[in-house]
């Protein structure tokens, strides 16, 4: 089995640019990394060669132009996974 792998990102829409990475790690870090998603129920999406991508990345560095599609794919499938969450929550 592989070492658990996790990357957090950041896009903010008022600020131009591309989503920035704000944690990375493997094994106990990405571990605390995913406990904090969990704890703020934070959606977390699962793809190993992306993560593995990312890892390359520095702190609080923008994600490169070839990775924009593969991370843009990841913010859809979040703002639908946030959109589901409502109307659960309004049923």
């Given amino acids: 089995m592989s070492e ?3 990357v957090a990102l950041k896009y903010d829409q008022e600020q131009s ?3 920035k990475v704000i944690a990375k790690g493997k ?10 998603a969990q704890e ?9 060669a992306l ?13 490169p132009p070839n990775l924009y599609k593969a991370v843009a794919e990841v913010f ?5 996974s946030e959109q589901q969450a ?6």
């Fill in 40 to 48: 703020f129920e934070v959606p977390v999406f699962q793809n190993e």
């Fill in 27 to 36: 094994g106990a870090i990405a571990e605390k990394i995913l406990q904090k």
């Fill in 51 to 63: 993560a593995t991508s990312l890892l390359s990345l520095d702190v609080d560095e923008q994600i």
């Fill in 86 to 91: 409502q109307l659960s929550s309004r049923q």
């Fill in 76 to 80: 859809v499938w979040l703002m639908k």
């Fill in 4 to 6: 658990k792998k996790a």
């Fill in 17 to 19: 640019g591309a989503p």
